[in-house]
């Protein structure tokens, strides 16, 4: 992976960053994180950890249906390797029928629910500050579960202090954090279109099936969109034209039938994030 | 506009989407579901199709004619058994 691409900050100017959210966290003594395990989170939790020890430290992974179980190992392992306190709690969007019904504001039922259950938790166990790692790029980006965090009063220290998610990743290098180079990986819910119904089946087909595709050796970005019978594949752009054999082409239809889709296509742009947005018209 | 008219629209852009690819040496099947276009090539297609080149051009025709995403999908065993599955395909 090319981390230098899109890249805003300076070595400088990173330095410059990690001082200041050394200081932030270092103002706050005790703080709460939502924790996915995902690049962001993980970089937070991991320099929370090492700033304030570990006392000073929760990093706090909600499971629910929408969470792949792949990523949730992979938090699992990033607290242990870096010794980052984690409790985990049930988190249920489904059972809100608002958040079922897949409204292209889905993102907000999801973290209110998470916040909501959240939230008191760490606050009876002493943890005032609340974070999530959010950072500066989001920021540009529609993303409607940044309002239930502020309803929460959660914080979003690295877009604060103005990280990107290159920054991040340079940053996470230095510190040994496996996800540095890890693909962006939004919940199984993104997978499905605005208006088509998220359920316990459709996500664990699609999670199913982005797993049998990851035991063929597909690395790098990888969504399986839904659509009804057919599920479109799409791949890093930098591996599509490898995939592009017939014989290939028919190890992805088999893996991904044997997810439970009739159908297979492979997206012929491969990977592009919100593309379902733009298939179906959505724009925020 | 009317389903019907959409429909008709949707017939033209297969058709000369069909007829564009077809002039690029792409051999396929092809059928509409919304915005979305699925191409079923034949073998020696698919080979072409892994050319960047290639690919870019059969992305930029499928835009020409309406379509925000093209997919390459080979037709499964119980599919090709059962044609009648395919009622909304436009084939070669």
Redesign the interface.
């Known amino acids: 992976m090319d981390i230098t691409a899109g890249m805003a900050g300076e070595p400088a100017s990173l330095d410059a960053r990690r001082a200041a959210l050394s200081a932030w966290l270092s103002a706050r003594a005790r703080v709460a994180i939502g924790f996915s395990g995902g690049v962001d989170s993980a970089y937070l939790a991991v320099e929370a950890r090492r700033i304030l020890g570990a006392d000073g430290v929760l990093a706090i992974i909600g499971r629910s249906a929408s969470y792949p179980a792949e990523q949730w190992a992979a938090a699992r392992k990033v607290a242990t390797d870096f010794d980052v306190p984690v409790l985990e709690i049930d988190t249920d969007e489904l059972s809100d029928p608002s958040y079922a019904a897949n409204p292209s504001d889905r993102c907000y039922f999801c973290k209110s629910e998470l916040w909501s259950k959240l939230a008191p938790i760490a606050r009876e166990r002493g943890f005032t500050t609340l974070a999530d790692g959010t950072n500066a790029d989001d920021l540009t980006d529609y993303r409607p579960g940044a309002r239930a965090a502020g309803e929460h009063r959660v914080a979003s220290p690295l877009a604060e202090l103005g990280f990107t998610k290159a920054d991040i990743r340079l940053a996470s290098r230095e510190l040994g954090l496996p996800t540095w180079q890890q693909p962006s990986s939004p919940c199984l819910s993104s997978r499905i279109p605005y208006g088509t119904a998220v359920t316990r089946e459709r996500l664990g087909q699609i999670e199913r099936a982005e797993a049998e595709l990851r035991s063929l050796g597909i690395a790098g970005d990888l969504r399986v969109r839904y659509?009804d019978d057919?599920a479109?594949?799409e791949l890093a752009p930098a591996t599509l034209?490898s995939w592009?054999?017939?014989e290939r082409?028919?190890d992805i239809?088999n893996a991904v039938?044997r997810a439970g889709f009739?159908?297979?296509?492979?997206?012929?742009?491969g990977f592009r994030s919100g593309?379902l947005n733009?298939?179906?018209?959505v724009t925020a | 506009m009317t389903p019907r008219d959409r429909g008709d629209r949707t017939a033209r852009n297969v058709a000369a989407l069909a007829e564009g690819l077809s002039a690029l040496g792409l051999t396929c099947a092809i059928e509409a579901r919304g915005k979305l276009v699925l191409l079923m090539p034949d073998t020696a297609t698919v080979a072409k199709l892994a050319d960047e080149a290639v690919r870019r051009a059969a992305l930029a025709m499928a835009k020409e004619n309406g379509f925000t995403h093209a997919a390459i999908e080979l037709p499964n065993d119980r599919r090709r058994v059962n044609p009648g599955a395919d009622a909304t395909l436009l084939r070669d």
Request: net charge positive.
């Open positions: 659509h057919l479109r594949v034209a592009l054999s017939t082409l028919m239809r039938t009739e159908r297979v296509a492979v997206d012929l742009r593309s733009v298939l179906h018209g």
